[in-house]
């Protein structure tokens, strides 16, 4: 399968506790996007990458996220000290990132989240 | 971006045409007009993209009118595959994607 993969699929942790989500984009592409969305709504931005550097961050990315691509492959999403708000399921998307900022993205399957 | 209004939800039986509209009044000249689908766990897949008049692909049609003012996204013949949300998105930058609550779609025997 040459789609986006993420794991975990599923994560339970205790609040306080540390998590570390990965995704592995389609190969080819350059661009990663990662994605928050809880129960009833439509996914939020979080933050994205051209390659490995990090281009925007939405305000939801508390100081106690961080997400990184080394070497532009495949990103990690961290989160510090969880807090049950955190309980989401995270997307991770890729693109080509073709001129004009137009290319549809391809999401993976996600990581549910579940802080108790 | 501009902001989308999406029914919440819409109900159909297998092998009708469904329509679902979506308003963006302070849509700008340049945004163009996204629709995906997200079934329950999985992330969203895109289904099609215009910017004016009609669109029409393998699986959906995308009515725009000359206002650009609202779009209709078009599935003909729906099955019960089909049952599932639906966003309308509008930009120019598809780097930040900005999904509304959607359209859920059921669609019945």
């Known amino acids: 399968d040459t789609g986006v993969s993420q794991d975990p699929r599923h994560k339970i942790t205790k609040r306080g506790q540390n998590v570390t989500f990965r995704c592995d984009p389609i190969s080819e592409h350059n661009r990663l996007y990662w994605y928050r969305q809880t129960l009833g709504q439509g996914p939020e931005f979080l933050t994205y990458?051209?390659?490995?550097?990090?281009?925007?961050k939405s305000r939801l990315l508390s100081d106690r996220f961080s997400a990184e691509r080394p070497k532009g492959s495949f990103s990690t999403l961290e989160i510090q000290r969880t807090e049950q708000g955190d309980s989401a399921m995270y997307l991770c998307?890729?693109?080509?990132?073709?001129?004009?900022?137009?290319?549809?993205?391809?999401f993976g399957p996600g990581t549910r989240l579940t802080v108790l | 971006l501009a902001k989308t209004t999406q029914p919440i939800s819409m109900d159909s039986y297998e092998g009708q045409e469904v329509n679902i509209t979506c308003s963006h009044n302070n849509i700008a000249t340049n945004d163009y007009i996204t629709w995906y689908q997200q079934f329950p766990s999985q992330g969203p897949r895109f289904i099609i993209q215009?910017?004016?008049t009609k669109v029409t692909n393998e699986v959906a049609s995308l009515f725009i009118p000359a206002d650009r003012k609202s779009s209709t996204l078009s599935l003909p013949r729906v099955s019960l595959s089909d049952t599932a949300v639906y966003y309308c998105l509008v930009g120019i930058n598809t780097d930040k994607l900005i999904f509304g609550t959607g359209t859920r779609l059921q669609v019945f025997p």
């Open positions: 215009g910017y004016k």
């Open positions: 990458f051209q390659n490995e550097a990090q281009l925007e």
């Open positions: 998307a890729s693109s080509p990132g073709l001129a004009g900022g137009l290319s549809e993205q391809f």
